[in-house]
């Protein structure tokens, strides 16, 4: 079975400061990992997959996450935040071990961004 | 592609009154996903299609929910009756299955109060 957890509900960055947001993983197969983003009053959307293929997988809008597979972490990361960045970010896996496996999100982490 | 569609964006009822929700999937897409989103339970799948066909319902809460996809092109939710402990906002999601890192494409979701 496969589960997310990521550590903080709300972190809060000046603009251009670093952006580091959390997620930590259990899986008993191979995991795929996943960072989403909702804006307001808007649905989820993809902002970077990890499959196996690279351990940092780079994303939209600057965004890039690191694979550990030691830490079985899965830690979000952007140089510089820009207000725009204001969001929820939710991390989630899933696992390939035949048929369809579920898509298990985290609770996720407010970003908050200040002047 | 216009993504995934969903209607109505708002819904307001009363206790009691039956309440449907309507997706349609983006166009090729194999899978569809319902989801709720509240504060204290963060996002929970519901139930999910496969080709049309309900694959797990296990996240469905009660059985005054139901869901059904006549087509590859619709699917609806339904709640009867309804109770105020079903306001949260319901996405629709779609994805095309290719080998296990499928992205999931959510619609805008559906705010549903029940008063």
């Known amino acids: 079975a496969q589960s997310v957890t990521q550590l903080g509900s709300h972190v809060s960055v000046s603009e251009g400061a670093l952006v580091l947001l959390r997620c930590n993983y259990s899986?008993?197969?191979?995991?795929?990992l996943f960072w989403y983003v909702q804006y307001p009053n808007q649905g989820l959307q993809l902002l970077l997959k990890?499959?196996?293929?690279?351990?940092l997988v780079k994303g939209i809008n600057g965004f890039e996450a690191e694979f550990k597979k030691s830490e079985t972490s899965f830690h979000l990361t952007k140089p510089s935040a820009h207000m725009s960045d204001a969001a929820e970010y939710f991390c989630?896996?899933?696992?390939?071990?035949?048929?369809?496996?579920?898509?298990?999100f985290g609770a996720g982490t407010r970003l908050a961004v200040h002047p | 592609d216009a993504g995934v569609i969903q209607s109505p964006r708002h819904e307001v009822t009363e206790m009691g009154q039956e309440v449907t929700l309507r997706c349609k999937p983006i166009?090729?897409?194999?899978?569809l996903f319902w989801y709720r989103q509240t504060m204290m339970r963060g996002l929970e799948l519901l139930i999910y299609?496969?080709?049309?066909?309900?694959?797990?319902d296990s996240g469905m809460p009660e059985d005054r929910f139901s869901a059904k996809m006549p087509n590859a092109s619709f699917s609806t939710l339904k709640i009867q009756p309804s109770e105020p402990r079903d306001s949260a906002v319901y996405f629709c999601?779609?994805?095309?299955?290719?080998?296990?890192?499928?992205?999931?494409?959510f619609g805008p979701g559906t705010r549903l109060t029940v008063t």
């Open positions: 999601a779609s994805s095309l299955r290719r080998g296990g890192s499928d992205e999931q494409y």
């Open positions: 899986s008993s197969v191979p995991p795929y």
């Open positions: 990890y499959t196996s293929a690279a351990t």
């Open positions: 989630a896996v899933t696992g390939f071990s035949g048929g369809y496996n579920k898509l298990i």
């Open positions: 166009s090729g897409h194999d899978y």
């Open positions: 299609f496969n080709n049309n066909v309900p694959i797990d």
